[in-house]
């Protein structure tokens, strides 16, 4: 029988504290999202991501991917940094999980970063998303056969999207997330994203839509940038807008 190397296709790393205030613009630094050690009202200490003084997510939602396979009822929102397994943000240690579990490779994806396409700053967003790329491109550059990174796009101004797409395939990132429903005024069956959608196929660089990346302003979309926040008609309709855009992209020939 033939060897088979098994390749995980769907891993997120987890974001480290520092990721986008080591790395962001000096003019925007003091808007750059960081982790805070918080407290509940009974006393429990939690780390959470800020931005500009709001709560944006908790560490804990994105430390425990396993346990909804094993017991959701147990998955609790609320962690501390120092309980993520280095695995989530050391590409060494993360090689040697993946081949305990007989993994060889895996292609990464982020855990709170998506849920910044709420942000309703283009600027800001470009900034996060640009601080990303190149945080992910570094953490795959030791084992570059092995990890392989997923950017984040932001397609606000499609022509600059196209410049970033340019440039983080020119890192060595092997496709790029963009917003699974883009602001109302933009929907992908515009002209506006031509050179966007020209740009990835030349590269031959795959665009991935991930539930829970709308951009600020989509009506009736109730994911915020909080998982915790999340109602239960948010939970239950995030497949609506993969299927929405898609479809918008089929019926304006995009993939024609």
Same mark, same amino acid.
């Given at each position: 029988?033939?060897?088979?190397?098994?390749?995980?296709?769907?891993?997120?790393?987890?974001?480290?504290?520092?990721?986008?205030?080591?790395?962001?613009?000096?003019?925007?630094?003091?808007?750059?999202?960081?982790?805070?050690?918080?407290?509940?009202?009974?006393?429990?200490?939690?780390?959470?991501?800020?931005?500009?003084?709001?709560?944006?997510?908790?560490?804990?939602?994105?430390?425990?991917?396993?346990?909804?396979?094993?017991?959701?009822?147990?998955?609790?929102?609320?962690?501390?940094?120092?309980?993520?397994?280095?695995?989530?943000? /050391?590409? &060494? *240690?993360?090689?040697? %999980?993946? $081949?305990?579990?007989?993994?060889? @490779?895996? =292609?990464?994806?982020?855990?709170?970063?998506?849920?910044?396409?709420?942000?309703?700053?283009?600027?800001?967003?470009?900034?996060?998303?640009?601080?990303?790329?190149?945080?992910?491109?570094?953490?795959?550059?030791?084992?570059?056969?092995?990890?392989?990174?997923?950017?984040?796009?932001?397609?606000? /101004?499609? &022509? *600059?999207?196209?410049? %970033?797409? $340019?440039?983080?395939?020119?890192? @060595?990132? =092997?496709?790029?997330?963009?917003?699974?429903?883009?602001?109302?005024?933009?929907?992908?069956?515009?002209?506006?994203?031509?050179?966007?959608?020209?740009?990835?196929?030349?590269?031959?660089?795959?665009?991935?839509?991930?539930?829970?990346?709308?951009?600020?302003?989509?009506?009736?979309?109730?994911?915020?940038? &909080?998982?915790?926040?999340?109602?239960?008609?948010?939970?239950?309709?995030?497949?609506?807008?993969?299927?929405?855009?898609?479809?918008?992209?089929?019926?304006?020939?995009?993939?024609?």
């Amino acid at each position: 029988m033939a060897d088979y190397r098994i390749i995980s296709a769907d891993s997120h790393i987890v974001e480290p504290p520092d990721m986008y205030t080591a790395r962001f613009d000096p003019k925007l630094r003091n808007r750059a999202p960081h982790m805070e050690r918080r407290k509940t009202p009974a006393g429990r200490e939690y780390d959470a991501w800020m931005l500009e003084g709001r709560q944006v997510g908790t560490l804990g939602a994105v430390m425990q991917a396993g346990q909804r396979f094993e017991d959701p009822s147990q998955i609790d929102f609320l962690g501390v940094w120092d309980d993520v397994r280095k695995g989530a943000y /050391d590409a &060494d *240690a993360m090689i040697a %999980e993946n $081949e305990e579990d007989g993994i060889w @490779g895996s =292609v990464l994806q982020p855990s709170q970063g998506l849920f910044w396409y709420r942000v309703p700053d283009s600027e800001l967003l470009n900034e996060i998303c640009r601080c990303y790329n190149d945080w992910i491109a570094d953490f795959c550059k030791p084992h570059p056969d092995r990890l392989k990174g997923i950017a984040m796009l932001n397609v606000d /101004d499609p &022509d *600059a999207g196209a410049k %970033e797409l $340019e440039r983080v395939a020119k890192m @060595g990132l =092997v496709g790029s997330f963009i917003p699974v429903a883009p602001r109302p005024d933009k929907p992908y069956s515009s002209p506006v994203y031509d050179r966007f959608w020209a740009t990835a196929q030349e590269l031959k660089h795959p665009l991935l839509l991930h539930i829970g990346t709308p951009r600020d302003g989509v009506p009736a979309n109730e994911f915020t940038m &909080d998982v915790t926040e999340l109602t239960g008609a948010g939970r239950s309709t995030t497949d609506y807008w993969v299927r929405y855009s898609l479809g918008s992209m089929l019926f304006a020939g995009v993939f024609d």
